[in-house]
Structure formats: C-alpha cells, structure tokens
C-alpha cells in the first residue's frame, strides 16, 4: 500500500542547530498518528517541511507516492495537507469569518461574498462542534478561541492529511474530547491526521501509532495499542519519568496575596471578572479552574497591572497595590507567568541573555553603579539555562527562534528567579514536555515550599489538582465554587466549570468563613488571623 505521507531522509539544519538528522517518517491513509519527542526534538520543524513552510536540506517527501517539492504553505495546500500551528497566524483586526476564508474566499459575480463566508464558517465550527461566532474580531476573543479558529481554518480548505501542533493544549478535558470525536469523524472518512503531542493519554487514546523523534532523529515506531505511556517515555527521554503526585504543602502562612470585590469591564456588557474575592497564603498553592474565556486571564492581568480594574482592591504581603503600575507591582513581590509566551512573556528577537534578565534588571548584581553588567547577566542565563535544562544553541540565540517548550523554560526560570513572595502561573506547563513538566512542577513546589505564594491558572485538571492545596472555580466571570484538594475531581470540577451551582459548602467564601471561625475560636475570640 501507498503511504498517504512518506519522508525520507529529511535533514534540517539551523545555524549552530541540527533539528532534523536524517529523519524517515511514514503515515498511512486514514490513519491518526502521533509525534511525539521532548522539547526541541523536531517535530514542528519536521510537520512544518510537509506543510511547505521551511524546506529541507536534504530528503525527499512524497504524498500518496508522488515525489512534491513544498515550497510554500500554498504548494502543501495544493497537495491536500493543512497545518493547525502551535502559535496562532491570523490577523487580529479581521473577524473570524475573513481569517478562516483568507485567500479562498467564496465568491459571488466577482466579489466576497460575506455572508456565504460567514455561513460556511460557522457550518464548519457546528459540524464539528467548535464553537466560535463568525463574525466577532479576532482580537476580542480569547486564546482557547484562537486555537478553535486555525481548525476551523484548515477543515476549511478540506485537507486530507491534516496536522495538529498540540491542538488541545488550550481545550478543556470536555473540548478535547468533542474534538478528538471530530478526528475520528474525519479518520472514518478516510482522511489523515497527524497530531504532535506531549499528553501520553492523548496519544493512547486517539492514535493508531506513534513515532518518537528524540535529538532530530526517529527513534522509534510503535503500534500504540501494543505500546504503554512507559515504553513512548523512556523513547523520548532515554529514561524513567517521575510523574508521582509532588508532596503536600506545610502548614501555609500570613496571607500575601488578598483580592476583593475585583471587577474588571468587559469588552461587552458583561464584566470580564465580577466581584472577586481570593487570597493566597505564604507556602500555598492555589489553583484556578475554568472553560478557556472566563475571567482566568483578566482576573491575572488585574491582579499584575495589565488590566484596567472597575472596582476592588488587590493587595500583597499588606500592601496595597491597586493604583500601582505594573513596575510597582512586582518590585511590591509579584512575579508573572503569562498565558501568551510569545506576545507577553518574552522579545522574540532579543536573546536569552536579555530576556532572561528583564525585570532583574533593575537589581544587583546585574545592575551595577546604575549600568547593566554584561558579564552578570551571562552568568544570570548560564546559570538558568543549565538550571532549568532549555535547550537552545547558546545564551546570545535569539529566544524566538526556540521550541515552544523550551521558551517556556526560559520564561518560567525568569519568573522563578525573582523569589517574589507571590508568583502567578498561568498554563505553565502548557507545550512542555513531560520531562520539563516534571521539572517545573517540582520547582513550583520548592517555591511552594520556601514560602512563595502561588496562584497556579491552568487548563490542565490534573495539574491543578495534583499542585494545589484549595481549586477556585470561575464561570462567566465569578468565582463559582471553592473546592478543598482532598474533594476535588474532573467531574466535580468540571460541573461547577460548567455553570452548575455548587454545594453548600464548595461555595466561594465558605472555606474562608470555616478558617475565620476555626482561627477566632483559636485565639479565644480575640479575631480572625485573616
Ligand atoms: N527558525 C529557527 N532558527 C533556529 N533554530 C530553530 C528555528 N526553528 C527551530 N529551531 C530549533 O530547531 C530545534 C527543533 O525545533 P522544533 O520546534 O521542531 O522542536 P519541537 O520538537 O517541535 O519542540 P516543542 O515540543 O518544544 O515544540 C530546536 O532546537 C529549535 O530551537
């Protein structure tokens, strides 16, 4: 049989990067298949030679037997393969509709026709249940949202094989698996995916088999039904993965960072965030819940300055910071790990060196009698590459060109860094590989452990549950419900996620209340420590 895609002996080579080396890679028709390899292996730069974004320097690809030259995007598209990419490439000030339709618009007696554009649109999105409004803006829907509409873009232009960068990092577990029915819908039709991921129960539960690249090279093939998330593991990273449940927190402290009554305006009539109300104590970790596009980003935003508040108060170790800006804000103790890694958290074209020293730019020792220490400040990425394992040529490579795993290391070891008494995650093991996962999480917890305050926002259930000692909830803007670890599972969570009303004692400000009573009747009445 005719492989539908076969590579063979690709090689790709970047300055001072081999990242492809010599790579076979074959799929059959109608088939799903996983690549799977850690942080920096290649597996985009492999999946984006096929979608005719780079070209290889050496090798071959044939498509259903026919040798093709991808020499743009548009040559691969010809070639039946479209490509969901891990960073988003729409434009912000078009609506949904235009970016899906972009140069294959329908048209009518020689003009676009926008309503045939808008009604294919959102013919697509329901058929296969994403759900998105065709006509919103780009730039006033959320990043979940985003993810949604480059699927929808390339369901659009009906590829045969179609390729998923981690499509699923910012579905919930409930999108994912409607999307996952929509790749299996496809499969029956006898189309191919391939789908890069690093969730091994992603990989086990829709592929038919997976290939494991590791350093540039394909170390091995497997039938995933005759496989085990262990054997893919320890093809990946050559060795045993630690994925235990990290310990417990102690006994956390004085509380660092208090929220109340936050509100943040919307783009619409709704608030983004309705009366919120949050603290987080010193050796504590908090986790937030919640669909993709319900106040988790904004309430994140508020709390460190980005975001206009209408109302409320955002206070840490004491101090209030409402009316600060965002320098204020952290020199006040608060560190940020953002959502958007490419937009928020790092300059693409600056390299490790200076991104890895933003914000401690303003201390010792890279600052110096008022000027920046070059040297302090290699040493300062030496010491957190090496720390923190980012794979990248050397300290002065330019942090854009980076696997998403490994900028994300760099981002995370520059928040870790500023030891703040209060540190915001959001998604921080978003794209990373389980190794890295392992390694951030156990960061996270030493931080944890030394006293740092941690509000952990993540779309990933059991990563939330397995770090965090109490789960906020947020729906439609509100902090729904408040669920102690030791109560928490996916499909409580995901009820409360879902709108539904919670349980006497999972509502907001109940766990507070029990606090409050138990600390006042500790100290004889004499008041909450709170
Ligand atoms: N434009 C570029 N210039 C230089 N090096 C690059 C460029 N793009 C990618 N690389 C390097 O090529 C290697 C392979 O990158 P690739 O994005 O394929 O990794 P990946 O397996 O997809 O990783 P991840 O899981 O983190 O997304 C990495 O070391 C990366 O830093």
Redesign the pocket.
């Known amino acids: 049989m005719v492989a539908e895609v076969s590579m063979r002996g690709i090689t ?1 080579r ?7 080396d010599n790579v076979d890679f074959e799929v059959e028709t109608g088939e799903i298949h996983a690549l799977m ?12 030679m096929l979608a005719g974004v ?1 070209q290889p320097d050496e090798g071959e690809i044939f498509i259903r037997g026919e040798r093709r030259t991808l020499s743009s995007p548009l040559d691969a598209i010809d070639a039946g393969i479209g490509m969901v990419f ?1 960073s988003f490439k729409l434009f912000p000030s078009l609506t949904i509709a235009e970016n899906v339709v972009f140069r294959a618009e329908p048209t009518k007696r020689g003009l676009i026709d926008r309503q045939a554009a808008g009604r294919q649109v959102a013919e697509i999105a329901e058929r296969y249940g994403l759900s998105i409004d065709p006509g919103a803006r780009v730039d006033s829907v959320p990043v979940g949202v985003l993810q949604r509409v480059e699927i929808v873009k390339a369901l659009y232009r009906e590829a045969r094989v179609l390729i998923l ?2 499509p699923t990092a910012v579905l919930t577990p409930q999108e994912t698996e409607r999307l996952f029915d929509v790749l299996r819908a496809l499969k029956a039709d006898g189309r191919t995916i391939i789908i ?1 991921t ?1 969730k091994l129960n992603e990989a086990m539960a829709i592929s038919d088999r997976v290939t494991v ?1 590791r350093d ?1 090279r394909n170390v091995a093939q497997l039938v995933t039904a005759e496989s085990s998330p262990a054997e893919i593991t320890r093809h990946m990273t050559g060795r045993d993965v630690d994925l235990s449940t990290p310990p417990p927190a102690q006994r956390p402290g004085e509380v660092v960072l208090d929220v109340r009554g936050l509100t943040v305006p919307g783009t619409g009539e709704r608030n983004a965030v309705s009366q919120a109300e949050l603290f987080v104590r010193a050796g504590e970790i908090v986790g937030i819940a919640g669909v993709a596009g319900n106040g988790q980003v904004e309430l994140a935003e508020a709390i460190i300055g980005m975001r206009q508040v209408g109302a409320g108060t955002v206070s840490v170790s004491g101090s209030d910071l409402s009316r600060a800006t965002i320098a204020e804000r952290r020199d006040g103790g608060i560190a940020y790990i953002p959502e958007d890694r490419h937009a928020v958290g790092s300059a693409g074209t600056a390299d490790a060196i200076d991104n890895l020293a933003l914000g401690h730019h303003r201390r010792a020792p890279i600052l110096q009698r008022g000027l920046l220490s070059r040297s302090a400040m290699l040493e300062h990425a030496k010491r957190l590459i090496q720390r923190f394992g980012v ?3 050397g300290p002065t ?2 942090v ?9 290391k760099v981002v995370v070891a520059r928040e870790l860094d500023y030891r703040s008494p209060l540190l915001i995650a959001e998604q921080p093991t978003r ?3 389980i190794g890295a996962i392992e390694a951030i999480h156990r960061e996270l917890c030493k931080y944890r452990d030394n006293g740092g305050a941690l509000l952990l926002i993540s779309a990933e259930l059991s990563e939330i549950m397995s770090l965090s000692s109490r789960i906020l909830v947020m729906f439609e803007g509100r902090i729904v419900a408040e669920v102690p670890k030791s109560e928490a599972n996916d499909a409580l969570l995901g009820l409360y996620m879902a709108g539904h009303e919670p349980e006497e004692r999972h509502r907001p400000g109940a766990f507070a209340a029990t606090l409050a009573g138990s600390t006042a009747s500790q100290n004889n009445g004499k008041g909450a420590a709170l």
């Open positions: 790709k970047f300055p001072g990067v081999l990242a492809d390899g850690e942080n920096g292996a290649g597996k985009s730069i492999l999946m984006s780079y891990q960068d981690e890069i690093h690249l540039g794979k990248i040529a490579t330019p854009g060109t980076l696997s998403g795993g490994n900028l994300q794209g990373v590989d």
